[in-house]
Each structure stands twice: as C-alpha cells, then as structure tokens.
C-alpha cells in the first residue's frame, strides 16, 4: 500500500512557475513508476508527465519542454518543475504509482487527492 500527498499548488500569474511535491509513504516507492496528471474545470484527466523507476522521463506534448518531473527516493518523494504557466494550466494536479511506466492513468494504481494549481492572466 502507497499513500500520496501532493503539494505545493496555489494561485500564479501567467507566466510563472511552480514546483509541485508528492510525497510518498511506504519503503517501496523506489520500485514504482511515478507520474503527474491533471483535470481542468469541466474535463478529463489527462497525462503530463511519467518517471521510471531508473529515472527515464516522458511528457505530453502540451508540457514538453516547460515542465520536468524528477524523483528523490530517498526522500519518497517526485517533483514536477512547472514554467511558463498559461492560465490553460489551470487544473487539479495529480501523482501517481504504479508499476508500469506509462501514459495510461489505468496503469497506476495508486493517487493522491490533488492539488489545485490556477494561473491568472
């Protein structure tokens, strides 16, 4: 069983950046893939960004380049490096675990309860 508590989420200007934390409890958080997802007002959950467990990184296009996740396991913890914030960003951020490195949010098997990111233009 893995518990996830995302934070550092909060109201941005456009343009601005953020580094979000989910921090991960448990003594296996080295073994699992870890991802970022998200949900804008009225929409799906989408995929932005995954990390393997060797630290292999992918992102959906939209993110490319203006975001970076990155992973400390010694302190169970994956960051997710946010720039040039459009108000578009605004949305409910999500981590995730799971066993298989991968941009389905069916391959995760275990979710935080969200932060709210909002941006303003």
């Known amino acids: 069983q893995v518990q996830l508590v995302e934070s550092g989420g909060g109201l941005v200007q456009a343009g601005g950046s953020l580094r979000l934390s989910c921090a991960a409890s448990g003594r296996t958080f080295s073994s699992y893939a870890m991802g970022w997802f998200r949900q804008p007002p009225g929409k799906e959950r989408e995929f932005l960004a995954t990390i393997s467990r060797s630290g292999n990184t992918y992102y959906t296009d939209s993110v490319e380049g203006r975001c970076t996740i990155s992973r400390d396991n010694a302190k169970n913890t994956v960051y997710l490096q946010m720039g040039s914030l459009k108000p578009e960003d605004t949305a409910v951020y999500y981590c995730?675990?799971?066993?298989?490195?991968?941009?389905?949010?069916?391959?995760?098997?275990?979710w935080g309860q969200g932060t709210q990111v909002t941006v303003s233009s």
């Open positions: 995730a675990a799971g066993r298989t490195y991968s941009t389905d949010p069916r391959s995760y098997d275990y």
